[in-house]
Antibody
Framework: EVQLVESGGSVVRPGRSLRLSCAASGFTFDDYGMSWVRQAPGKGLEWVSGISGNGHITGYVDSVKGRFTVSRDNAKSSLYLQMDSLRVEDTALYYC??????????WGQGTLVTVSS | DIQMTQSPASVSASVGDRVTITCRASQSISSWLAWYQQKPGKVPNLLIYAASTLQSGVPPRFSGSGSGTDFTLTISSLEPEDFATYYCQQAISFPLTFGGGTKVEIK
């Protein structure tokens, strides 16, 4: 059974940093790309970042470029999102999602990031 | 970036109704389109990918069509469990982008 478990969400002040993690199991991790998708309270889905199976290709939404960094450790079947210079508008539930040809077929339950002064 | 525009934003329908949701891309995305269903407080669920391919386990009352810039999701006969919000997503290029969502509500 495919499982994706996010962790690392917290309440932080604007300008601070946070690192999200996603532990994957139940599939061959490096066969799949992975994405981070967020959902602000009461809002729609927003893709944040993605990474290919071998980690060589990454992408970001414009609003996080230069502030967020996606990475993966295939030996640990883990995905990460380093979030720096956090803004109030980054407040959201952050989902980790498995990506096959950039279609997201499995999602974690999400981890909540709240940026507030 | 490719913009995805869904319509309508919401639709009220009854059990048994046929419902059609439209998604338009700001430029051609060939058939690189997915549809997701999200129920309140739940995780999104992939329904359709490659514009018209039904994900394993998804009931056949769901269907997708279209290519280029115009796409549709059709629910042939609405069931009680289908009341949810539906999102389209282009998968042709980074940044991936979602439509704004269509909420299917009970009439």
């Amino acid at each position: 059974e495919v499982q994706l478990v996010e962790s690392g969400g917290s309440v932080v002040r604007p300008g601070r940093s946070l690192r999200l993690s996603c532990a994957a199991s139940g599939f061959t991790f490096d066969d799949y790309g992975m994405s981070w998708v967020r959902q602000a309270p009461g809002k729609g889905l927003e893709w944040v970042s993605g990474i290919s199976g071998n980690g060589h290709i990454t992408g970001y939404v414009d609003s996080v470029k230069g502030r967020f960094t996606v990475s993966r450790d295939n030996a640990k079947s883990s995905l990460y999102l380093q979030m720096d210079s956090l803004r109030v508008e980054d407040t959201a539930l952050y989902y980790c999602a498995r990506s096959l040809s950039f279609y997201h077929d499995h999602w974690g339950q999400g981890t909540l990031v709240t940026v507030s002064s | 970036d490719i913009q995805m525009t869904q319509s309508p934003a919401s639709v009220s329908a009854s059990v048994g109704d046929r419902v059609t949701i439209t998604c338009r891309a700001s430029q051609s995305i060939s058939s690189w389109l997915a549809w997701y269903q999200q129920k309140p407080g739940k995780v999104p669920n992939l329904l359709i990918y490659a514009a018209s391919t039904l994900q394993s386990g998804v009931p056949p009352r769901f269907s997708g069509s279209g290519s280029g810039t115009d796409f549709t999701l059709t629910i042939s006969s609405l069931e009680p469990e289908d009341f949810a919000t539906y999102y389209c997503q282009q998968a042709i290029s980074f940044p991936l982008t979602f439509g704004g969502g269509t909420k299917v509500e009970i009439k």
